[in-house]
């Protein structure tokens, strides 16, 4: 009795090694600065307000913060230079 379709083997062609590798990224995760992407913060005293961050590279001062990976804060970083040579 050959049940035809059925392919047990085939699920074994992929090594679980190299599943365990694609799906666990290596991403690096900072907080960066939501305008010009340094990751040169500090925290302010925010008092009632929680926390404050301060950038170092171009005296942002607000609540927010981006979470990013290196790629996204180069891009961040790209934009904020961009702008700065158009103004
Ligand atoms: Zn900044």
Redesign the pocket.
Known sequence: MAQAGDAPCSAKRFNPDEVDYLFMKPEKIIE???????A??YYEAGGYTGKIYH??????MGALIVEADEEMAKAIKDD?EHKKHAA
């Open positions: 960066v600065c939501p305008v010009c992407g340094s040169d913060l950038c170092k590279n171009c005296d942002y904020y």
